[in-house]
């Protein structure tokens, strides 16, 4: 094990007699009895431990208001693959990311064995909603109809991008069926919980309690 990894262990187990922790970082193929290696909890906590990956940003730092949704045409403005354009298929809220259909590709290898390529995602500041009238990048702002329903408006033209099929898709629920585990309105909302007899059930619990703790006849 690494000498990286000993943050993870509670208690730390002891370094090789006549080395220092300057040359922990220098140390290779150390082992550690079982009863060490036990005693990692199940969850080590975040900070003890460098997650790999894209982190999950702070709550403070999440985008409130996304004005890119999954279906929109977006161009890359930023990185290696900037000027690449293509349809947003996925939006990571928790990471502030986004996929964009045939951009920022990596090759993987697949358990059959042929290599097959899929899309990273990208940083939601590094690209850029497509305008309307010249299909170039643009910033983009709110604006609030009467109804007080919200639409995006292109600032270079002013021209309104309107909202994806995917974003606007509504689940209808008429046509449901209830399950075996579904409770209809009516029992959800009936008044089961009586309060003068939960007292009473404690008053007589209270009291058998009392009554068979005694020490002694009195």
């Known amino acids: 094990m690494y000498c990286s990894h000993l943050k993870r262990l509670a208690p730390p187990p002891a370094l090789p007699p006549g080395t220092s ?53 977006v161009e890359v403005t930023e990185g290696k693959c900037r000027g690449q354009a293509g349809e947003v ?9 986004v996929k964009v259909k045939g951009v920022n590709l990596r090759k993987i290898r697949t358990r059959s064995g042929p290599t097959i390529q899929v899309e990273k995602k990208i940083h939601y500041s590094n690209v850029a909603l497509l305008d309307p009238a010249d299909n170039k990048p643009t910033r983009v702002k709110w604006q609030m109809l009467e109804g007080g329903d919200m639409q995006r408006v292109a600032k270079r033209s002013g021209s309104v991008i309107p909202m994806p099929e995917a974003a606007r898709k509504i689940l209808d629920t008429s ?11 009516e029992v959800a909302l009936e008044k089961t919980y009586n309060y003068f007899a939960d007292v009473e059930k404690m008053r007589l619990i209270r009291q058998t309690l009392t009554k068979y703790n005694r020490d002694g006849p009195s």
Not at 89 to 97: S, T, V
Not at 175 to 185: A, C, F, L, R, S
């Open 21 to 73: 922790l300057s040359e922990c970082s220098n140390l290779r193929g150390i082992s550690f009895p079982g009863d060490v290696a036990s005693s990692v909890p199940a969850r080590v906590p975040s900070l003890f431990f460098d997650s790999r990956g894209p982190k999950l940003v702070k709550p403070e730092e999440w985008i409130k208001f996304w004005k890119i949704r999954v279906g929109d045409q």
């Open 89 to 97: 298929i996925q939006c990571d809220y928790l990471r502030n990311l």
């Open 175 to 185: 046509n449901y069926i209830d399950g075996p585990k579904d409770t209809p309105p």
